[in-house]
């Protein structure tokens, strides 16, 4: 298809969306947009105020709750383009760049911790969203969504996992970025034999969607202002974990889904979310590598329905 004009997608995007011929790509793209959200920090930071970006689509639910997507480690709500198009037939539906992360301003007075990253979700929550949502965090958006859970029971009515990172340990980060943790390593990753490596081991079928699309796709918000420092901020401070215990505090019915063939986290971490939350199904995806919403977007999209349809 014919390539897009800068000038058809928001002009805080990078110049390279120009590139992308991935069509959900484009149509996702072209759907976001910004807020700027006032977010009491951590000291000694404090107040700051950061444009936000993210998707709203999809029908006004009317008493249903809304669905809240978060993306994974060093990524963009992009990820979610063929799965928010199936979703958004049914359920009114926000995707989030987090705090660091995407398309949303990174200023440079801010340290980001998982502490930060929560604050910034939680003031998009309270301004944005306004009651209770379906949470859905995809790898390290998994552990987001297990904690703000767990911090906001009142915000969150159910939680879906899409093989989904947690368990205080070494942080997602560190399997992606070399020591030290500086310049030298965001130059690392963002070198593109690498981002596409990373990018093929996360399919179980990479000569079917690892395409150059897919890679530009995840490569895009490097062209954001302070992408590096901020991921080293990030990365710094330890990236987002959470512990067993606070893992088990959250109520709200838990949908696992996990690829059958995931290469990054590797399956048994679905079986020990399964026995650590204490209402959850987990729901293996055949054929599937760490990215169902991506390889299986129509088999994900078909779980998560029939799980919100289940009282």
């Given at each position: 298809m014919p390539t897009k004009a800068v000038t058809d997608f928001p002009d805080f995007l990078p110049p390279a969306i120009a590139a992308i011929g991935d069509p959900d790509a484009i149509a996702l793209a072209q759907q976001i947009q910004r807020q700027a959200l006032t977010v009491s920090l951590p000291e000694p930071v404090g107040s700051q105020t950061i444009a936000t970006s993210f998707v709203a689509a999809g029908p006004d639910s009317g008493d249903r709750a809304p669905l809240l997507l978060i993306h994974g480690f060093d990524s963009s709500l992009l990820e979610y383009r063929r799965l928010i198009p199936p979703l958004a037939e049914r359920h009114r539906l926000y995707?989030?760049?987090?705090?660091?992360?995407?398309?949303?301003?990174?200023?440079?007075?801010?340290?980001?911790?998982?502490?930060?990253?929560?604050?910034h979700l939680h003031r998009f929550w309270e301004t944005v969203i306004q009651r209770p949502a379906i949470v859905v965090g995809a790898s390290m958006g998994g552990a987001v969504a297990l904690d703000f859970a767990a911090t906001y029971p009142d915000a969150v009515e159910r939680v879906i996992l899409l093989d989904s990172a947690g368990f205080v340990g070494k942080p997602l980060a560190s399997r992606f970025l070399i020591e030290p943790l500086g310049k030298l390593a965001t130059n690392f990753l963002a070198n593109p034999k690498v981002r596409n490596g990373i990018g093929r081991n996360a399919y179980c079928d990479p000569d079917t969607w690892a395409t150059i699309d897919a890679y530009r796709c995840g490569a895009l918000h490097l062209g954001m202002d302070r992408w590096s420092e901020a991921l080293i901020s990030f990365t710094r401070n330890g990236g987002y974990t959470i512990a067993a215990d606070r893992i088990a505090q959250v109520q709200q019915p838990t949908l696992i889904l996990w690829g059958d063939r995931d290469r990054i986290l590797g399956t048994a971490p679905a079986q020990?979310?399964?026995?650590?939350?204490?209402?959850?199904?987990?729901?293996?995806?055949?054929?599937?590598?760490?990215?169902?919403?991506?390889?299986?977007?129509?088999f994900t999209a078909i779980a998560i329905n029939e799980f919100l349809t289940t009282p």
């Open positions: 995707a989030i760049d987090l705090l660091g992360f995407g398309f949303t301003d990174r200023p440079a007075p801010v340290a980001y911790t998982a502490a930060a990253v929560k604050a020990r979310f399964a026995a650590t939350l204490p209402q959850n199904q987990l729901q293996w995806v055949p054929q599937c590598g760490h990215v169902p919403h991506l390889e299986q977007a129509e």
